[in-house]
């Protein structure tokens, strides 16, 4: 196991307001594992990515009963055990490559920064993850390169030291969708040989489902719902996994769907005592608003919500 998480809460408390983005988050991540994460914009996911990495403001509390990657507990590390955890076990992919590129040193100066190597070690790299002129690239600076060349440089540089978990935060928003499916085999290529599991986040609904053995759908800072990936599309147990996939069983349209589901999420000022979602919910009973769902098991996964349309969750409930 390289990620145990249980009761996973996160607050920022700014002023006299708090916002509550993760609220008792549970999920797993076996070795080698592929894990996805989709959910509207605001749902929690960045937070939950960044917090594994405990790359949060200080603003952020952190709360949790378990919460452990790479064996070690990472809400107790002292600041260099963290940074041991950062450099050996973790490494990130965000969405903007040009942002985690340092803008003042040419690509093999911040590469050997990663791992000190020669130049013939740093090409290899870089041809491994598609980039025809290696040379060239090792000697250029971050504003010389494309979106897509950019972004391989990160997927080459994040796996340098073999890390164990790849957090991949949209990491192809920046890209034309051309190079979507590229870049992304390639880095999920890259992690299958040095047996590092994924955590992907992103909006690309069909790219996750291409890419990942299991997803969590979230939404309001809890995880609704999560499933192997083909029980999630063949039987989504949550109604805003339904709305999010589509009407129609193993319909991909992401995006048409969602605006389709009348109102937004709520902004979480503290964890509330119904279901988050009970305001926007088609199927919405007067408990949804009186009672929080727990996790119901169901085929591949789990779901929380007191009332889903699956005749084998009804029975437990
Ligand atoms: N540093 C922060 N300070 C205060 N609130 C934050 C901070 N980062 C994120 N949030 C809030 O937490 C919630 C979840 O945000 P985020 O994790 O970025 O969602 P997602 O990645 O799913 O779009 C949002 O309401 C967001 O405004
Ligand atoms: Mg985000």
């Given at each position: ?37 989709v959910g509207e ?148 290529a890259r992690c ?126």
């Amino acid at each position: 196991m390289i990620v145990e998480i249980k009761d996973l809460s996160v607050r920022f408390s700014t002023g006299r307001t708090a916002l509550q983005a993760l609220d008792e988050v549970s999920f797993r991540i076996e070795q080698g594992a592929r894990i996805g994460f989709v959910g509207e914009s605001g749902s929690g996911k960045s937070t939950l990515a960044n917090t594994l990495g405990r790359l949060l403001p200080t603003s952020a509390v952190i709360e949790a009963t378990t919460f452990s990657v790479g064996g070690q507990a990472v809400n107790q590390l002292s600041s260099k055990a963290l940074r041991h955890l950062r450099r050996d076990t973790i490494a990130y992919i965000f969405q903007d490559p040009m942002a985690a590129l340092d803008p003042t040193m040419a690509i093999a100066r911040q590469m050997r920064l990663v791992l000190s190597e020669d130049d013939a070690s740093l090409s290899d790299r870089l041809v491994g993850v598609g980039i025809r002129d290696p040379q060239r690239v090792l000697s250029s600076y971050p504003h010389q390169l494309s979106g897509g060349m950019a972004q391989r440089v990160t997927i080459a540089m994040a796996l340098m030291r073999r890390p164990r978990l790849l957090i991949a935060d949209e990491p192809t928003a920046a890209l034309d969708a051309s190079l979507k499916r590229e870049v992304m085999d390639l880095l999920f290529a890259r992690c299958a040989e040095i047996g590092a599991a994924v955590l992907f986040v992103s909006h690309d609904l069909p790219l996750v489902r291409h890419y990942c053995d299991k997803i969590c759908v979230m939404y309001a800072g809890r995880i609704v719902e999560q499933r192997k990936t083909a029980a999630l599309f063949s039987s989504p147990a949550h109604p805003y996994s339904r709305a999010l996939l589509g009407a129609e069983p193993g319909a991909a349209k992401f995006g048409e769907r969602l605006v389709a589901i009348p109102g937004v999420p709520p902004a979480l000022y503290e964890p509330t005592n119904q279901c988050a979602f009970a305001p926007r919910c088609p199927d919405a009973q007067i408990a949804c608003s009186q009672r929080r769902p727990e996790d119901l098991t169901v085929d591949g996964g789990c779901a929380k919500c007191l009332f889903p349309n699956t005749a084998e969750l009804r029975e437990q409930a």
